[in-house]
């Protein structure tokens, strides 16, 4: 249901949403692929190759899923998986170029941390791309602490750990 108002929202997703969700996430993420130079090849795994299929199995397997509402329109998307020792990690945080620098990214990363303590966790954590400086520089902002780096050899990239307490 649409309104005449203008209206921003965040909801959990519905399976049939998926779609549309995955469109999100791979155009988020293909201006992060370009700028460190990511492809299909040496990076098949980056979420702006992700297939509808991983999202359907994760949605499947229970993991929590949400999208940001622009009047109507889906134009973010995060979804939360819990760790061992009942942390949640944050994952995937993608809203669409057109829409980014208007606070929608800190909304949901609110909203995500509310929804893992609702759901008793005391800590939610993170995995980037370290050398995106801006965006660990954006995440530090939040009052996310960065724990650590990890070199995988099937990654062209190290990843970058971060974690902040509820």
């Known amino acids: 249901m649409c309104f005449k108002e203008p209206i921003k929202m965040i909801r959990q997703i519905e399976r049939g949403e998926i779609k549309v969700c995955v469109e999100v996430i ?4 293909e201006t992060i692929a370009q700028q460190f130079n990511l492809t299909k090849e040496n990076c098949p795994g980056n979420a702006s190759f992700m297939k509808a299929e991983k999202l359907y199995k994760q949605y499947d397997g229970g993991r929590l899923m949400f999208a940001y509402l622009d009047n109507c329109v889906i134009v973010g998307y995060f979804s939360l998986s819990k760790n061992n020792g009942g942390s949640f990690e944050l994952n995937n945080l993608a809203i ?3 829409y980014r620098h208007k606070g929608y990214g800190k ?3 609110i909203f995500a941390l509310h929804k893992a303590r609702e759901m008793g966790s005391n800590k ?3 995995g980037l791309i370290e050398e995106n400086i801006k965006l660990r520089n954006w995440y ?3 009052g996310f602490i960065h724990t ?3 070199k995988y050899k099937h990654l062209p990239f190290t990843v970058g750990f971060m974690r902040i307490g509820l």
């Open 26 to 29: 791979r155009k988020s993420f």
């Open 140 to 142: 530090s902002s939040l």
């Open 148 to 150: 650590g780096t990890r």
């Open 96 to 98: 669409l170029v057109e």
């Open 107 to 109: 909304e949901m990363i």
């Open 124 to 126: 939610m954590t993170i």
